[in-house]
């Protein structure tokens, strides 16, 4: 019986073995690292408190996860964001520091900055969130190789979906944006990047 | 809606005739969470044949008094456990809500269907000296018991089963099989009638000691794990936004533990405080 449980133990942990078992990209990432590195938009956006977020110079030597979405997404928005919090909350400060997780509306006519700041600041009171025109929103998903958002059709409630890219991109501290995170991408995928994301080029 | 240049194309879908493409049993979809109502036949046919299995068994066997109440118990929980819209947060979105299921079938429904044959309908399903009688007074020893009932409670949580089972039908069906025969093998050494069991007094309350390990092992990784141990539930749509992966996770594995071990603790202070072992006592009424 002992022998028996000490098998059923061994197994449980194995079958739970916490490294991430995806195949690594060149420098050593879980996320797909970009063909070629994008530089970060040198836009203006309004902040979840209606102020003016420069974004190049606002998230200078920071790591910045950018992720493009909407407070009424269903799937993946609340699922990249809550995992990022999640993992956030376990690094330790010499990460923490020095990552800025940044969700940009794709639907600013219903984001309002009040909704946004509701929204975003449930997962992480330091993540930020920000909204703009659609003409700058558009831009800024150019700038990053990311498909511009769409907007589906409106249902009999007035409610639609926006599709939009579902990937997180990561700037390093230098300010190119080198690694794509897919839908699918776990805690411990993100636990086993972030050290090495602020730690890459430094 | 995510989409986007980063992303794989998705995988055209196959034809597939209507009986095929519908649901017939709660599995992950990866859609998001909606609270309208959706219809799974097989959880309803398989229920139908349950109760019309029953009303067979008793009318064939000729019971003098049909356990309608154990049976009602059994049948409901089942149908609130299988069926929309608990069998399908179990199946695809929450973790805690699998947990509850798992609880349910093991905790509830297992003894209630014991319960609901009566002592001459179990006599007459395996007669002395039959193999069926064999079978049963075998499984109603605590070593059989418990070996089987741990195996298949660890062997169904492990994260590798989980995440590859639930997302087909007959995966997420077979999970759901194999916990209401948990229910069953675990409940059998305590519940039996008057023939089968040999459990005395120590001897229940050693099993019931004995079968609260089990759980232990999911619960406790489910609770102390770093990161959600499940990839489905990381990763499924939320069904309250701001109600993380790792909440449910953590609520999974305390209710596993704290709600999982009440009943029989219950079943161990009674037998321990009124001197007799439960043999027959939940059979025999």
């Known amino acids: ?202 | 809606m995510g989409r986007g240049a980063w992303e794989p194309a998705p995988c055209p879908m196959p034809h597939a005739p209507w009986l095929l493409a519908m649901q017939w049993w709660c599995a992950a979809t990866g859609f998001p969470w909606t609270w309208t109502w959706q219809w799974y036949p097989g959880v309803h046919l398989l229920l139908i044949l349950l109760a019309f299995g029953w009303w067979r068994l008793g009318s064939a066997q000729h019971w003098v008094a049909r356990p309608w109440g154990w049976f009602a118990v059994a049948w409901v929980t089942l149908l609130a456990t299988l069926d929309w819209p608990i069998g399908k947060l179990g199946a695809g979105y929450l973790a805690s809500i699998h947990t509850l299921q798992f609880l349910l079938l093991t905790l509830l429904v297992g003894p209630a269907l014991l319960r609901s044959i009566p002592p001459e309908g179990w006599r007459a399903l395996a007669p002395d000296g039959s193999a069926t009688a064999r079978f049963l007074r075998m499984m109603a020893r605590p070593l059989p018991g418990l070996l089987a009932y741990t195996a298949l409670v660890i062997t169904t949580h492990f994260p590798a089963v989980v995440d590859s089972a639930m997302t087909s039908q007959l995966g997420s069906l077979s999970i759901d099989l194999a916990w209401l025969a948990a229910g069953l093998i675990l409940w059998w050494p305590i519940a039996a009638p008057r023939g089968f069991v040999v459990l005395g007094v120590w001897g229940t309350i050693g099993y019931v000691f004995g079968a609260t390990i089990g759980p232990t092992v999911p619960a406790m990784m489910m609770v102390f794990a770093d990161w959600p141990i499940y990839q489905l539930y990381e990763l499924a749509p939320r069904v309250w936004v701001h109600f993380t992966a790792n909440q449910d996770m953590k609520l999974a594995g305390l209710g596993m533990k704290m709600f999982g071990d009440i009943p029989l603790w219950g079943v161990a202070t009674y037998v321990f405080f009124s001197g007799n072992s439960m043999q027959g006592e939940l059979v025999d009424g």
């Not at chain 1, 916490?18 to 938009?41: C, I, Q, T, Y």
């Not at chain 1, 956030?88 to 600013?108: E, G, I, R, W």
């Not at chain 1, 990053?144 to 059709?153: C, R, S, T, Y």
């Open chain 1, 1 to 202: 019986m002992t022998r028996y449980a000490a098998l059923l133990l061994v197994a449980g942990a194995l079958a739970c073995h916490g490294k991430a078992d995806a195949p690594l990209s060149a420098h050593g990432f879980v996320g797909a690292e970009l063909a070629a590195p994008v530089s970060k938009p040198d836009l203006e956006f309004t902040d979840s408190r209606g102020k003016a977020f420069h974004f190049d110079s606002a998230t200078a030597d920071k790591v910045t996860l950018v992720f493009f979405g909407y407070t009424s997404c269903p799937d993946i928005c609340p699922v990249h964001l809550a995992n990022l919090a999640a993992v956030l909350d376990k690094m330790p400060d010499s990460v923490q520091t020095h990552v800025a997780v940044v969700f940009v509306t794709t639907d600013p006519a219903r984001d309002t900055p009040a909704v946004i700041d509701q929204w975003v600041h449930g997962f992480d009171p330091n993540f930020i969130g920000l909204t703009a025109s659609d003409s700058v929103i558009t831009r800024a998903q150019h700038e990053m190789q990311l498909d511009p958002a769409i907007k589906g059709a409106v249902d009999a409630k007035g409610g639609y979906p926006v599709g939009h890219a579902a990937a997180v991109i990561a700037f390093t501290r230098d300010g190119k944006g080198r690694v794509a995170y897919l839908p699918g991408t776990r805690q411990r995928d993100w636990a086993h990047d972030l050290p090495l994301l602020v730690a890459y080029g430094k």
